[in-house]
Every structure is written in structure tokens, then in C-alpha cells.
């Protein structure tokens, strides 16, 4: 199956009466932006796990009247979120007062990529007409399946994933659903958790319609009608005008690829292509292949991408740092035709396991960035993916008691240098934030030793990569279970123009003592017991330029911030750090040797990656 | 306030980059006297001094007459924002060192991962240090302090010849004793180097944010200290026997005591000041939503108010700085009178740069040779050729040469329309911050009023209006000194609060006792500060939340557990729109203290009548040259009326009334300017 293009062109705004002057278009894109930041507060507020409140794992966004995404987050891996819901409940029956929730995979064409992302949706309607939709989407911490936590690198098909919940009317005119909420909250091994956390969400589903609400109150149903579609089209036409100046005519491709699927597949290649042609009437048109990316696996890291990620994606590189611009629709809408094959690891074939897609989504974002460097942009060189550790056991409480408990902790890593910058030291995601020490050990079982950056992590090069983190835990629980994902060990993320990749990551448990072992990268059933010192580093990103350009101030500064040793600062950026300060006479001396550079670097230095 | 028999005058003194304001109440008769003197940023409390003299010799008064100094200062904003504190650098728990770099681990939410860059941590890596400790959650001491690695580290500051340090350790807000022996030990090792601890400045769990906020406050501590000695002193030697209070950023003030343990507490010191004049000014005409802008000489402060509330934010942020202080929520930028307008790549740029007094724009004639915003309106005749009622002349000359050598030779501009150029740039660069606190948040400046005060605010008022079709202008009676005025509104604040240390259904008898400890602290307070027994307010407030949520609703201590979780319930309903099924918990527990202050007299203009032009000049309106009629503010009565063009004229600010508006006399004493359209 090749899924069609993105979703048709918004279409002009009919009379010039209900046109939306310039003043009014920054009214309505700040008060979205208002209502988003409201909504979010209130999730942060009043949603009960930490995985929502203290981690942050949720992002809100705002339709048109026929459901196209006007105002997103800036996070580049929404599709279309609306028709999923509309397959099932056409919008043209739809009422003020309902809600709609879905969290399936499948049955939403990868809108939500992996079962704990639950979606709710909401219809805004002023004066009997239908003006906008606004949804709240949140990763929750159990919804049952194969272990607690519900993802599992042991997964081998979405059943074990937990409950599925497709596209379905949860709130009817005001009436809720009661009977789908108790189902859905009895397959949660933390019931709690479930029922506040989508309490949470319906509460700020219903503040965003009732803000919007007002602001359609404000403006007028034709004016915030040409309100979106401006804002749609001026994202889409900038991104149309930038993909024709990065990309000359022709095809430009890229590979990349995850380390496995961690059930003995790997390495699995991702393969991207984007043609640029010009059609007779001298259009351009763009059409991103994926095609050749390698079959789907076994294990959970299949990645059933919605066929607007990949649009959303280099919208959101192409709109830069510009506070005044958009993320929405108008980035898939830029490309003409998007090409995935079924049964690849983009487009897997139900039931396929889908719980461990987000190193293969990571992945994928920095494959985007090759193919816009292939010809010759400016992206940031490769990301580490993102790592996570699971822990469920139980621990003695307080009382003597013995109770369970469930840590999902993610870790940051580093992100690829860019042309005019570093890469990004230590950071997971935008939005998600860490677990504070201090927070952790309050509310687990468990005792930071260490929490700092990996020295040397980060990519070598005149821009260096950012450095991934080094967590170190010390288990209080009696006992636990835990499962790993750290990919980009045997694939590093590659650096460019010169630079190096970025450091793998790796998980000991007891290092440096006779029980020390080495833990899988993508593992699941590694058994912790309370005493056991568990160790995880996590990745860099890649370098940007040769090492020998980066200014020895900077070199210095790294060493002794501990980003970079001694060594590496000598051998690799050519730079003599002796007592604190740069040797000179001798960093001249090491880099009159510049050692010889290609366009990528893996491991080593290649003309291209494959 | 009681103050020493005889001694029933309160002095305020808000010290800008320009100019310093000062405003003297008589709290006997509520009269009020106003003086302005320039700047002197090499050692503001110069200015301060000479201010205060100069206010006592209009009023009559002595020092002895003096019972209380009221202070407003930029002095710890400016060094965070510039990066200009102390040397600092950081204490922490082994294991750690890297708590800065890392911070909450994200990429903002409304980042563009693509573009944006980490920003530099106030204190970098390289002076982050590790002593070996470990207190667990909850207080209990896991690994007791190695002072060994406490006298190592402090070696190591030593040689790296910090000014300042700041300790942090993991859980001391449960137990702080490790971090002052730390704290000690390094003030015992390191001898006129400022140490402070997280405890002293925020006891809250989160170690990011509170390392932060320490680190800041550890920066800005010796030049604040500095700072407040010298006032002191200057006091002092000029016999004034007066408690000095400084305004906070929660738009209290508090004693100068507190302030040298946490500075950090006044990083938007000044302009809360102004927003809390503005509000009273405001109020006094019977207007509730308005969008301020404090122009002064070197930046612009933009604030919000909605139905009188002035917006507190605990997620403030100073520069790139979260910062978890109760501040006013506003917005501040580079733009101001003394912004310095000059060519880059052919461009016309206005700011950030500024000439601050010394020099100041070419047309004070202290060898600045720059054009500026202010010499851009004596080009034009929209500010006349004399300020502070005539103790200060501008040379007109200096200022158009400035604008045409710098700006329209370069530019093939005529004098007039170069000058026209800087300030719509500059009106543009305050236009994007107003946006920034309506538009961006939802509101629509339409239904706002716009208060423009500080020196070059009521120039500007007419422009910025049109710009954003706000059609309402009010210029508060006396806009140069506003900020002074608010000192004097201000009352006494402060804040005492515990965290429970382990969150959990309400307690009555608990609650009661830890009330029963904060109520003592804020007696002792009030003792220190001096507040009669009528004057003061206490509030008891209890922070709840349903077991388990990040967020905890402010709910007044209601006394019983059922009228708490009811009283709880009610206002979880209201704001979020649902309750739940969930146990309710008490998370800490606080007394809010305020020292009521005498108000100022509320001004009654006598009735005008109308409003005479005392003469006319000529402006260079986009129209050409018109000779636009001048009036003296001070002569002006309640009801007058006029229109535009026009130019008031008063001690502290010039004022011009645009063609297309009309200004009527407010009988508080403010000008109301509607546009005609």
C-alpha cells in the first residue's frame, strides 16, 4: 500500500468581507498560542503520573474546521490527527459538547505511533457552525499488555502493547461514555494514575473549546476561518520556497540506520529520497521515497509513520528560529506525494510491535536531516536517540509493607552540531524534561550516585556534538525488572563537513566489581536486586567541521568543564592542555599535522553513508 | 510605620540608568514633593544623595525629619542581564558537578530544536565543584560531610579566584546542615569573598532551580552588598537616622537586611515600582486594564494589568534565567531616550546600545557625540531645548548634527526625516514587546488604555497607541518620577513559609503548630521592620493538591480538614473544571505578612478654566513645520480640554499630544488623550 499525499490544499477564503486583516492574524496566532499554554498548564497542574506532570510527555494542537492542523507544537513528528476520527464519525454529525479519543496505531494511519499516546479531540462549533478543533495528546504510563509500562523491547506484536482503543466518541453532547473510561481504567495496572491523568486531559480538551470558543466569539467564524487558512498557507509556501533553494532538480538520497530491533535483526537501513521536478507548467514538485527502507522487524521498533511526518519534519528545519512562524499543516502539505512501502520498517503490517518506535522516529528525523545536507543545507549533523529505562518491581515501604512501583526514566543524550552551532549537551526532547534527583528519590526506590555529562561523548569537530549523560543508579527496591533502549551503539550518529560521530552509549550493572555485567542495548527482563548499581551513558551527537578549527579557547573551556580529557583535546583537536591552560607553542606544533577529513563521519570517514 | 517623633517624612528614590527620581511624602498631610537629577552609574549612590538633598531643601525639611528611605534599583537586574556579577562559582553533592549543564534535560517546548542553542550557564562548568556528602530524602545524613573535600575545594577557589560562591546540596531544604557547614567553612577559607546558601534564598526541592537561583543570587550578592553599605554610609554622614527599605520584585519592599541575604529578591526592583504607581494612578481615574510602558533612558519595561490585579509569576525569568522568586510579570528590552541609533550595513539600528547619562545624547552636551532617540525629538521640536523646569538645557545644535552627520548624510535623508526614522524604529522595537505581553497572551490591546511613563514614556504614548489602534492614552500627573511614586504606594512584604516534610492529609494540630511557628516569624519580622500593630496583616495560606498531582492550588487556611478539602475542591472545580476522586494532601504551608504603608494624599485638581497655551513652537510634524502651542501642566485644571498637536510641558517629562488626538484633564491629575477616529 502506498499511503496518498498529505492532505489536499487548504482552500482560499471566499469573500473579501471576511478576510483576516494583519492585526487581527497576530491576535489570533498569539491567543492560540495563549490557549495552548493554558491547556498545558493545566495538564502539568492536575495530571497525576510523573510521566505527564513532571516528565511532560504531552503537546496540544489546534484544527481548522475541516481538521486540518493550524496551530501545532514544535515537534516534528505529528501527522494527521483528525482523520482518523472522522472515518468513524463523519464531521458533519458531529455536536458542541462531544469529545473523541483514539490511541490506535493502526486504525489511525500512525497519527499515534505507540498505544500509551492517548488522543483526545474536540469539535468547536459558534453559533451552530463548526469553526475548529482542538486536541490534547498524552503518553500514559500503563494501559496494560506484556509487562508494566505496557512498551516492552520484548513485544512482537501491538496486542502486548496494551488495551487499543479505537477512534471513539467518548463524551456525546455532554454525556460521557462511563462504561469505555471503566474498561479502559481496569486494563491499567495504576488505575489512579489512568483515571487523573485523562481526567486531566478532558479538562484541558474542554479549556481549549471553550478559549477558542471565545476567541471565534471575538473575530467572527469567517475571519478566524481565514485566520488558519493564512497561517496554513504561509507555512506551506515557505516551505515550498526553502525545499526549492535547498534541493536543486534532481533526486537526493540518504541512508541511515538503527542498530536492531533487539531480537537479532540489524542493522536496519533507512532509506530516503527526495525528488525535485519541475512539472510542464514550470511548478516544482516534491516527492520524499522511503520505499527503500528495510523490511519491518520483529521487535518493537517499527515506526508507522504517518505520511506527514516527514513534511512536518523539514517544516519545522525550514522555519528556523523565527518566533513569528508556524508549525502546522503546512508543512506536509509542501510536499506532493509521499511514498511508503507496507511491510518496511516505515509502514509495518498490522499487528506488528510498535511500543519501542521512538529510537527508529529519532533515527528517521536525523536520516531527514543527511538527505538536506546530502545536497548540500545546512542541518545539524546526526542525534543520538533518546534513551529510556523501565523499572517495575516492588519495594518495602515506610510501614514495613511491601508495595510495587513503576519508573520510566529518560535520559538525555546529544545533539548533532550545526554550521553556526554546538550540538545540544544533554537534552531528551523538546518539551520533555527530567526526573530532578531530588524528586526521584523522594517518590522511588532508588539513589542517584551520579548525574552528570560523558566526557568525550560529544561528536569532535570545529562545532562540537553535543555529550550524552551518565546516570547512575543505586536500587532501594527489593526487586526489579528492568528494560533498556539505547540504540545508535553499532550506528553512532554521524558527523559532517569534517566532524566525527558522537559516542555510542552503554548500560552496566556493577561496574569496576566481580559482578560486573554488561546489559543488551535493547533489552527487556534484566533483573536488578536491591544493593545493585546500575550505570547508563548515553550517546553524543556528531561534529560539525574539522576538530583542528575549533578555537583552542574553546577546547580549553571543554576540558575543563569536563566535556572533553586531556587526551582527546591533544590527539583529536590538536590542542595542548597542560595546568589549566593551552600549550601554544605546542598545540601550533600538533596542528601543523591536520589529518585528512571526508563528508561524513561513522566510525570513520566516508564520502557517503550507506 | 512608626517612626521617630518628628521624623513623619518617607523619602522614595528610584535610580534609573538616566535619571534618578525622587518623591518625598509628608505622612502628616499626605503632600507630596518630586525632584529628578542625572544618573551617576559609576557610583549611583551619588545620585541617590544628591536626589534626596535635593527633595528635603523643596520640602523644608531636615534630615532628622526623615523616618523612612524608600529605594527602588536596577542594580542586580542589570548585572544578570549584562553578565556583569560577581565572579561566581558553585558548591555541590559529588556526582553532580554537571547540574547546570544539564538542567531540566529539554529543548524549551517553544524552541525550534533545529535553531536553538543551550544558553551559557551563569557559571560554567569549570567552577562547578564537589565536596563529598550525602543527605538522602527526607533529612537523614547518608554519608556524613567530608570537610577534607571542603578545605580541597576551597583551595580550588582560591585559584580560581571567584568572587563569589554559592553552595547547593542535594535534599539541604530537608536538612540544610551540611550546606552550612559548607557555607561556613568556605566564609571562615575564603575571607571577603560572598558565600551564600540555597537555603537562604529558596528551601524548595528541585536542585536545578534552586542551584540556579543561587548561583544568581550568589553573583549579584557583593555588588548589591557593596551597593547598600554605601547608601548607608551616604545616609548616615547626611544625618538621616531612617530605616532603608528596597523594593522586592513581588512589588513589596523589605529591609535592607533581607535584601543583603537575598538580593536576588529585587532583580526587577525598579520597574515593579512603576507598574505599582501606574496601577494606583490608573485607579484613581477609574481604569483597570492597562498596558504600561516605562521608557527610560536605556530600557523599556512592558506590563499588563487586568482588572487591577498586577500579575505575579513564581516562573519568572531574568534574561535567559528561570528564576523561582515571585516576581511581577513583565517584560523588559533594550530600547530607551538614550538609545544610540547608528548605520550598520546600511541599515538604520536604534539600540540596544545606549549612552546612558555619561555622556547621554549629544544634546546634554557631555561630549556624546552619538545621536539618540532623545536627540532625534529635539531635532524635531517635539522635546524643547529645556528639561527639569529649566535646570537643564539641550543643545539643539548638538543634537542635529548628531542625527545628520551620523544618520541622514550616510543615509541621503533630510534631517527630519532621519529623525522620524529612529524613532519609528524604536517605536516598532516597544510596539514587539507590548504584543508580547497582550497579543502573545491573548489580549487585545484595543481594550486596553495605555499608561507610557518614566523620562521619554508620554513622547512616545501617541505613536505606540496608533500602532496598535489603541485608542485611549493616560498619562499619569507626575510620569518622570512614577516609580518613586509607587515606592510610596508600596507596602511591606514578605512571605514565610515550610514545606511539610512529607505531603499528606490535613493534620489540624500540625498545621496549627507550623502556623503557630510562621505566625512568630512574621511578628519578629514585623518587629524588625516596625510596623505598628494596626498596620499589620497576616494571611494564613495552605497549598493543596490531590495525591500525586505536580501543581498545588493556594486556598486560605479555612481551619477544620473538612472546610480545607471543601474549600480546595470548590477551587479545583473553578479553575480546572473537575474535581477527583482522590485523596487531598496539604504540601506546605504559608504566612503571608503585610506591613500596611500611609498613603500618599489623593490629588483634587481644582477645576480649569480652559486651557491657555503659555506659547508656541515650531515641531516638524510628517506634515511639515506647524507652530504647535505648548502648555504648562502645572497650570492646567480638571476638565480642561485641548487637541493635538500639543506640547505639555512639566518638570519630570515632556508630553506630546499628536495630531488626530485630544487631551482632557482628569481631575486626579492625569491627561486622558482619546483618539479622534
Redesign the interface.
Known amino acids: 500500500m502506498t499511503p496518498a499525499s498529505a492532505a489536499a490544499l487548504s482552500v482560499p477564503p471566499a469573500a473579501p468581507a471576511s478576510r483576516c486583516d494583519p492585526v487581527t492574524l497576530e491576535i489570533v496566532r498569539g491567543a492560540i498560542r495563549a490557549v495552548q499554554a493554558e491547556m498545558e498548564a493545566l495538564i502539568e497542574r492536575t495530571a497525576i503520573s510523573a510521566f505527564i506532570r513532571e516528565k511532560k510527555d504531552f503537546y496540544t494542537a489546534l484544527f481548522d474546521a475541516d481538521g486540518v492542523m493550524a496551530v501545532g507544537s514544535m515537534v516534528p513528528v505529528f501527522g494527521d490527527m483528525t482523520s482518523p476520527v472522522f472515518a468513524s464519525f463523519p464531521k458533519e454529525t458531529m455536536h458542541p459538547g462531544d469529545l473523541y479519543w483514539y490511541n490506535d496505531c493502526y486504525g489511525s494511519r500512525g497519527a499515534v505511533s505507540h498505544s500509551n499516546d492517548q488522543v483526545l479531540i474536540a469539535p468547536i462549533f459558534h453559533e451552530g457552525r463548526r469553526c475548529a478543533f482542538v486536541m490534547c495528546w498524552a503518553h500514559f504510563a500503563d494501559i496494560g499488555g506484556i509487562r508494566p509500562g505496557s512498551i516492552s523491547p520484548d513485544a512482537t506484536d501491538i496486542y502486548q502493547e496494551g488495551i487499543i482503543i479505537p477512534p471513539t466518541k467518548l463524551i456525546d453532547r455532554g454525556a460521557v461514555n462511563e462504561a469505555t473510561l471503566t474498561i479502559f481504567h481496569r486494563n491499567s495496572r495504576f488505575p489512579d494514575q489512568s483515571r487523573g491523568d485523562l481526567r486531566a486531559l478532558m479538562g484541558a480538551v474542554e479549556l481549549g473549546v471553550r478559549r477558542v470558543g471565545e476567541l471565534v466569539g471575538r473575530f467572527g467564524a469567517d475571519v478566524m476561518e481565514d485566520a488558519l487558512a493564512q497561517l496554513l498557507e504561509r507555512t506551506r509556501k515557505l516551505v515550498r520556497t526553502k525545499l526549492a533553494e535547498t534541493f536543486p532538480v534532481g533526486t537526493h538520497s540518504f541512508t541511515d540506520a538503527i542498530d536492531g530491533d533487539g531480537h537479532g535483526s540489524g542493522p536496519l537501513k533507512l532509506r530516503f529520497s527526495l525528488t525535485h521536478d519541475k512539472a510542464p507548467g514550470g511548478e516544482d514538485r516534491f516527492v520524499f521515497d522511503a520505499t527503500a527502507t528495510d523490511d519491518q522487524s520483529v521487535g518493537p521498533v517499527n515506526f508507522l509513520m504517518n505520511p506527514g511526518v516527514p513534511g512536518m519534519a523539514l517544516g519545522l528545519y525550514f522555519l528556523g528560529g523565527d518566533p513569528g512562524q508556524v508549525c502546522n499543516a503546512g508543512g506536509p502539505q509542501a510536499l506532493d506525494e509521499i511514498r511508503l512501502r507496507e511491510g518496511s520498517l516505515l509502514w509495518p503490517k498490522f499487528p506488528a510491535s510498535l511500543g519501542m518506535r521512538g529510537l527508529t522516529m529519532m533515527r528517521v528525523l536525523a536520516g531527514i536531516n543527511g538527505l538536506v545536507n546530502a545536497a548540500g543545507g545546512g542541518a545539524p549533523a546526526a542525534h543520538s536517540a533518546y534513551v529510556i529505562t523501565i523499572m517495575r518491581g516492588t519495594y518495602t515501604n515506610a510501614k514495613g509493607e511491601k508495595d510495587r512501583f513503576l519508573l520510566a526514566d529518560g535520559l538525555g543524550v546529544g545533539y548533532g552540531a550545526r554550521p553556526f552551532a554546538d550540538g545540544i549537551d544533554t537534552v531528551y526532547f523538546v518539551a520533555q524534561e527530567n526526573y530532578p534527583v531530588e524528586f526521584l528519590e523522594i517518590g522511588y526506590p532508588v539513589r542517584l550516585l551520579e548525574y552528570g555529562v560523558v566526557t568525550d561523548s560529544g561528536g569532535a569537530g570545529r562545532w562540537r556534538g553535543g555529550c550524552g549523560v551518565v546516570r547512575e543508579y543505586e536500587i532501594l527496591a527489593d526487586e526489579a525488572l528492568m528494560a533498556l533502549r539505547i540504540d545508535c551503539v553499532t550506528n553512532p550518529p554521524w558527523g559532517m563537513a569534517g566532524g566525527m560521530s558522537g559516542g555510542p552509549g552503554r548500560a552496566y550493572v556493577n561496574k569496576g566489581t566481580p559482578n560486573e555485567r554488561q546489559l543488551k542495548p535493547l533489552s527487556d527482563g534484566n533483573v536488578l536486586k536491591k544493593g545493585d548499581i546500575l550505570r547508563i551513558e548515553t550517546g553524543g551527537g556528531g561534529g560539525y567541521g574539522h576538530p583542528h578549527d575549533r578555537p583552542p579557547a574553546l577546547v580549553l573551556a571543554d576540558v575543563e568543564g569536563g566535556f572533553v580529557t586531556v587526551e582527546a583535546a591533544r590527539r583529536i583537536y590538536g590542542v595542548a592542555v597542560v595546568d589549566h591552560a593551552v600549550d601554544e607553542a605546542a598545540t601550533a606544533r600538533l596542528r601543523s599535522d591536520r589529518y585528512p577529513v571526508k563528508a561524513f563521519h561513522r566510525n570513520e570517514y566516508v564520502d557517503a553513508l550507506s | 510605620m512608626p517612626s521617630p517623633e518628628g521624623a513623619r517624612h518617607v523619602v522614595a528614590v528610584d535610580i534609573g540608568g538616566t535619571f534618578t527620581d525622587i518623591a518625598l511624602l509628608d505622612t502628616a498631610s499626605g503632600h507630596v514633593w518630586r525632584a529628578k537629577t542625572p544618573s551617576v552609574p559609576s557610583d549611583p549612590s551619588q545620585a541617590f544623595m544628591t536626589g534626596v538633598g535635593l527633595a528635603m531643601e523643596k520640602a523644608g525639611i531636615g534630615a532628622a525629619d526623615v523616618g523612612r528611605v524608600l529605594h527602588g534599583t536596577t542594580i542586580a537586574t542589570n548585572m544578570i542581564l549584562e553578565g556583569k556579577g560577581a565572579s561566581t562559582a558553585l558548591v555541590t553533592t559529588r556526582?553532580?558537578?554537571?547540574?547546570l549543564?544539564?538542567?531540566?534535560?529539554?529543548?524549551?517546548?517553544?524552541?525550534?530544536?533545529?535553531?536553538?542553542?543551550?544558553p551559557e550557564r551563569p557559571v560554567?562548568?569549570?567552577r562547578v565543584l564537589e565536596v563529598s556528602e550525602r543527605i538522602?530524602?527526607?533529612g537523614a545524613v547518608?554519608e556524613p560531610l567530608d570537610e577534607a573535600t571542603v578545605v580541597a575545594a576551597a583551595a580550588d577557589l582560591k585559584?580560581l579566584g571567584v568572587q563569589a560562591v554559592a553552595v547547593c546540596l542535594?535534599?539541604s531544604f530537608a536538612n540544610p546542615e551540611h550546606e552550612l557547614r559548607v557555607t561556613a567553612m568556605l566564609r571562615d577559607a575564603l575571607p571577603g569573598v560572598a558565600v551564600t546558601s540555597s537555603v537562604d534564598v529558596q528551601p524548595v526541592?528541585?536542585?536545578?532551580e534552586r542551584s540556579l537561583a543561587t548561583v544568581l543570587n550568589a553573583g549579584v550578592m557583593p555588588g548589591v552588598s557593596t551597593y547598600i553599605g554605601r547608601l548607608e554610609t551616604r545616609l548616615t554622614e547626611a544625618g538621616v537616622d531612617a530605616p532603608l527599605l528596597l523594593m522586592q520584585s513581588n512589588g513589596g519592599v523589605a529591609g535592607a537586611k533581607t535584601i543583603r541575604r537575598a538580593p536576588a529578591l529585587t532583580a526587577l526592583s525598579g520597574p515593579a515600582a512603576g507598574v505599582v504607581g501606574a496601577r494606583d494612578v490608573a485607579a484613581a481615574c477609574g481604569i483597570s486594564d492597562i498596558i504600561t510602558v516605562d521608557i527610560g533612558g536605556t530600557s523599556a519595561d512592558i506590563c499588563l494589568i487586568k482588572d487591577g490585579q498586577i500579575g505575579l509569576t513564581q516562573r519568572g525569568q531574568v534574561g535567559e534565567w528561570p528564576l523561582p522568586l515571585p516576581m511581577v510579570d513583565m517584560v523588559t528590552i533594550g530600547a530607551g531616550g538614550g538609545s544610540i541609533a547608528r548605520i550598520v550595513d546600511g541599515a538604520l539600528n536604534v539600540g540596544p546600545m545606549s549612552a546612558g547619562a555619561r555622556p547621554g545624547p549629544a544634546c546634554y552636551g557631555h561630549g556624546g557625540t552619538e545621536p539618540t532617540v532623545t536627540d532625534a525629538h529635539v531635532a524635531l521640536g517635539t522635546l524643547p531645548d529645556r528639561l527639569l523646569g529649566g535646570a537643564m538645557t539641550l543643545d539643539v545644535e548638538k543634537a542635529r548634527s548628531a542625527v545628520m552627520d551620523k544618520v541622514a548624510r550616510p543615509l541621503g535623508l533630510s534631517l527630519q526625516d532621519a529623525a522620524r526614522g529612529i524613532l519609528a524604529i524604536v517605536d516598532s522595537h516597544m510596539v514587539g514587546a507590548m504584543?508580547v505581553v497582550?497579543?502573545?497572551?491573548?489580549h487585545?490591546p484595543r481594550d486596553f488604555t495605555l499608561v507610557p511613563f518614566g523620562g521619554a514614556g508620554p513622547l512616545h504614548g501617541c505613536s505606540l497607541a496608533e500602532l496598535?489602534?489603541i485608542p485611549r492614552v493616560m498619562i499619569p500627573p507626575a510620569p518622570g518620577v512614577l516609580c518613586a511614586d509607587g515606592l510610596l504606594a508600596a507596602d511591606l512584604r514578605a512571605e514565610f513559609s515550610r514545606t511539610l516534610p512529607v505531603a499528606g492529609a490535613v493534620d489540624v494540630a500540625e498545621i496549627e503548630a507550623i502556623y503557630t511557628d510562621l505566625a512568630a516569624q512574621a511578628v519578629a519580622w514585623f518587629d524588625a521592620e516596625e510596623v505598628g500593630a494596626d498596620a499589620r496583616t497576616t494571611t494564613r495560606v495552605t497549598m493543596m493538591r490531590?495525591?500525586?498531582?505536580?501543581?498545588e492550588l493556594a486556598i486560605a487556611w479555612a481551619g477544620s480538614r473538612e472546610a480545607a478539602e471543601a474549600a480546595f475542591s470548590a477551587a479545583?472545580e473553578a479553575l480546572?473544571?473537575?474535581t477527583?476522586?482522590?485523596p487531598i494532601e496539604v504540601v506546605t504551608l504559608r504566612v503571608e505578612a503585610v506591613g500596611q504603608m500611609p498613603q500618599p494624599e489623593k490629588i483634587e485638581l481644582g477645576k480649569g478654566s480652559g486651557a491657555t497655551p503659555t506659547g508656541r513652537r515650531p515641531v516638524h510634524l510628517a506634515t511639515g513645520v506647524a507652530e504647535v502651542p505648548v502648555y504648562e501642566r502645572a497650570e492646567l485644571g480638571a476638565g480642561d480640554a485641548f487637541a493635538g498637536p500639543a506640547i505639555v510641558m512639566q518638570l519630570d517629562a515632556t508630553t506630546f499630544v499628536a495630531p488626530g488626538w485630544r487631551c482632557s484633564v482628569h481631575a486626579s491629575g492625569a491627561l486622558l488623550l482619546t483618539h479622534d477616529a
Open positions: 556526582g553532580f558537578r554537571h547540574v549543564t544539564i538542567g531540566r534535560q529539554d529543548i524549551p517546548r517553544k524552541a525550534n530544536l533545529y535553531s536553538w542553542v543551550k560554567p562548568a569549570a538522602a530524602a527526607g547518608l585559584r542535594l535534599h526541592v528541585r536542585e536545578y504584543r497582550s497579543v502573545e497572551r491573548g487585545d496598535l489602534s490531590y495525591k500525586g498531582q505536580g501543581g479545583h480546572y473544571g473537575f477527583l476522586e482522590a
